[in-house]
């Protein structure tokens, strides 16, 4: 059955949804009819208006089936196996609403798609929905694209994996273990994703008491399962000041997706709250930096007298993949659970507000050595030699990126030709930290003046050994074939496009 397109927020596309929830899970009216002013209260009023929806079942979802073959096929009481999908297009002029498909239409104004699964408390399931589509999108993110189809219609869609837990067989450790593969994935060959039985099976011999239903995962079980799906984790605890938020900063933008553990553990010692929470969540991405909050950004004075402006210090908005919520939702790393003010019940309300970041686990490529705080200290070491005024102001951007990328960056920037042949003429590993030096008003223009890039597989940071590079301000600093540092004191001061390929 080939089925058509419903205009979002339309008493129609309730209907029809409540109709495929009784038929497909069994559910009575009323259920069913909660269940769906609930999605539509909270998924859908995130969404633009100017949607139409696909809703076909029954459908076969990869992800829930595993979970019922492993936990809910073995329940008494019958739960249903398959699942109700929703599929998101761009209405046009004319509209798309009730008419019959026409193929190059749909693939063009595709934008992702949800799965309904029959568990009652959170029925929304596997998602994979273009931020472009949400009313609030001022922000970049990381994405990839993920296959999909609607009527039998293959398309894909650049967006990051979402899920809401099912209480049982995921909860929040699971679900955002499970959304980092589905991304890495997706967009790498050198990753998988996973299903919930084999995020168990992993755990196997670090779980000493039953594994289903789900109490969560600790944070050293989260390192190990990553340790063992082809990463090299970095736990890392964090402080409530801007140095600790700076690290999770630094990997945000360089496109590494970071799994955040959240609890109140403080305030619950206190007595100033009566329910302890702990949670996890992903950190995917940030608000677009504005003008006003680079100008309030505060300068620190290093040794040598050089102001600087550290880029991943700049108060700004996160985006989170949380999944007691939509995809792409934003917050402070401060106040890392802001959202959780629309909660209805006071003391639940206060003691989601009470959470504070305690760890960061950081899933970094195995050759990845060198670690940001290292990278940042040669950067203002380094700047000693190049007799920098007292006084002067810069911005340092420090920031990952794949050599590959980098190098497509460069060979298609407007950086002047002898840089551009410095850099591509280097022999790089497969990952580099990159340093890039500017002003404010650079920032604001998205222009850099000059920049470092550092090995990242060197750990040591003696005699600069992981330098690679330095460009800034008439000097210049590079190895040559022999891998020799070689310095030139009379090059052209430069101005070029700063790389935006992380976050997107």
């Known amino acids: 059955m080939l089925y058509t397109p419903i205009k979002i927020g339309s008493p129609k596309l309730q209907s029809t949804i409540i109709r495929a929830i009784k038929k497909q899970f069994g559910w009575d009216e009323d259920l069913a009819t909660n269940v769906v002013e609930g999605l539509v209260e909270k998924y859908f009023s995130v969404l633009s208006p100017n949607l139409v929806v696909v809703v076909e079942y029954p459908y076969v979802d990869k992800v829930y089936r595993n979970s019922y073959y492993r936990y809910y096929a073995g329940k008494a009481e019958q739960v249903a196996r398959d699942c109700i999908r929703l599929s998101f297009l761009i209405d046009t002029s004319p509209t798309l609403a009730n008419k019959a498909m026409k193929p190059e239409l749909w693939a063009q104004f595709y934008r992702g798609f949800m799965i309904l699964r029959p568990t009652e408390l959170n029925v929304v399931g596997r998602n994979g929905i273009s931020p472009m589509i949400y009313n609030d999108n001022d922000f970049v993110i990381c994405k990839t694209n993920l296959p999909a189809s609607v009527n039998g219609l293959k398309t894909h869609v650049e967006a990051f994996p979402a899920s809401s837990q099912d209480i049982e067989t995921m909860v929040c450790a699971e679900t955002a273990v499970w959304a980092l593969m589905e991304y890495y994935g997706n967009r790498y060959a050198e990753y998988t994703p996973v299903r919930p039985s084999h995020i168990i099976n992993l755990l196997k011999s670090k779980s000493f008491e039953r594994q289903l239903p789900s109490s969560g995962l600790t944070n050293d079980q989260i390192c190990y399962l990553l340790k063992n799906l082809n990463f090299q984790p970095i736990l890392q605890a964090i402080t409530d000041d801007a140095d600790g938020y700076s690290l999770i900063s630094t990997f945000v933008e360089s496109g590494i997706p970071t799994v955040i553990t959240i609890n109140n553990s403080e305030a619950y010692e206190n007595g100033d709250v009566n329910e302890l929470i702990a949670h996890a969540i992903l950190c995917i991405g940030h608000e677009n930096v504005s003008s006003e909050a680079i100008d309030d950004a505060v300068a620190e004075t290093n040794e040598d007298g050089i102001n600087i402006v550290d880029y991943n210090k700049i108060k700004k908005k996160y985006v989170f993949?949380?999944?007691?919520?939509?995809?792409?939702?934003?917050?402070?790393?401060?106040?890392?659970?802001?959202?959780?003010?629309?909660?209805?019940?006071?003391?639940?309300?206060?003691?989601?507000?009470?959470?504070?970041?305690?760890?960061?686990?950081?899933?970094?490529?195995?050759?990845?050595?060198?670690?940001?705080?290292?990278?940042?200290?040669?950067?203002?070491?380094?700047?000693?030699?190049?007799?920098?005024?007292?006084?002067?102001?810069?911005?340092?951007?420090?920031?990952?990126?794949?050599?590959?990328?980098?190098?497509?960056?460069?060979?298609?920037?407007?950086?002047?030709?002898?840089?551009?042949?410095?850099?591509?003429?280097?022999?790089?590993?497969?990952?580099?930290?990159?340093?890039?030096?500017?002003?404010?008003?650079?920032?604001?223009?998205?222009?850099?003046?000059?920049?470092?890039?550092?090995?990242?597989?060197?750990?040591?940071?003696?005699?600069?050994?992981?330098?690679?590079?330095?460009?800034?301000?008439?000097?210049?600093?590079?190895?040559?074939?022999?891998?020799?540092?070689?310095?030139?004191?009379?090059?052209?001061?430069?101005?070029?496009?700063?790389?935006?390929?992380?976050?997107?």
Request: charged fraction near 25%; proline fraction near 5%.
């Open 321 to 504: 993949i949380d999944d007691n919520y939509p995809a792409y939702c934003m917050d402070y790393l401060s106040k890392p659970t802001g959202r959780y003010n629309d909660v209805a019940d006071e003391v639940e309300r206060n003691s989601w507000l009470a959470c504070k970041i305690k760890f960061a686990i950081i899933p970094l490529y195995e050759k990845i050595l060198l670690i940001p705080g290292l990278v940042k200290n040669m950067a203002i070491n380094f700047l000693q030699y190049l007799n920098i005024p007292d006084g002067t102001e810069l911005t340092m951007r420090t920031y990952l990126a794949s050599s590959r990328s980098y190098r497509d960056y460069v060979s298609r920037n407007n950086m002047p030709q002898n840089m551009k042949d410095l850099i591509l003429n280097l022999y790089l590993p497969k990952f580099i930290w990159v340093v890039e030096l500017s002003t404010r008003t650079g920032l604001k223009q998205n222009y850099a003046e000059g920049l470092m890039i550092f090995d990242s597989t060197e750990p040591n940071f003696k005699n600069f050994s992981s330098l690679d590079i330095m460009y800034y301000k008439k000097h210049a600093a590079y190895k040559d074939e022999q891998q020799i540092l070689q310095f030139d004191n009379n090059v052209p001061e430069i101005q070029f496009e700063c790389y935006r390929n992380n976050l997107r």
